[in-house]
DNA sequence: CACTAGATCATCT
DNA sequence: GATGATCTAGTGA
């Protein structure tokens, strides 16, 4: 059972939030259609000085500014030289967090979402933040804006779903894996992905 | 399945 | 100047 929530169900501490968003659907309206996405994984980040893995750790630049603001906006960043991901910003303004959505099903929109990404299998159309950013359509240029507010829409699970938490993905060094337990998934949901240390931790 | 190299550039040091 | 909250295509078991 899902339901549209108020600006106040944001407003709480990323590594709360974080579980709470599995399950939800995410709807994004582009000139081409609509695609949405059941998350089936995500990441909570924590704010200054005490996440080393976030980028907020060394306090706010023109990048991570959003993520100091009200939580239930959209926080887009480009890595990599080609990716862009998604989070949810996180708890009240003033405090930094976020939820970085790292996979999903794609539940409305199969068709579109194909052809933004013609190589794909189906399975994995949105497993991996980069991929369910390129197939939700969401460009760079939304970052900041409200979730809550066309042309997104955004249900979450009136009650939380079992789930399952384990070491953050892709990071390096001390705000890596296991001091900072806040990836949570769906056990047994195709669209969790394959877990992958960083390369540089050998 | 596991592992690796290469792509490619905004951001921060 | 180095790095990165990644992905794809390739190889090999």
Redesign the pocket.
Known sequence: MLARPERAWFLRDAVELAPLLLGAVLAYDSDDGRVAVRLSEV?A?RGVGVDP????F??R????AV?FGEGGHL?A???????T?L?IVADRPGTSG???L??GTVVEGLALARTR?P??SER?LA????????ALGVPLARNGSDLLASPFELAVPVEPLPHLTGP??????A?GAVAYPWRFWLPGDPGV??Y?R???SH
């Open positions: 990441e980040y893995g976030s980028h907020a060394r306090g630049t023109p990048r991570n993520m926080y960043y480009f890595t990599y030289g080609m990716h991901c989070n976020g939820v970085l790292r996979g990404r190589r794909s994995d497993r991996g933040p980069a991929r369910l950013a390129q953050r993905t892709g990071i390096s060094g705000g992905s394959a992958r960083h390369p540089k």
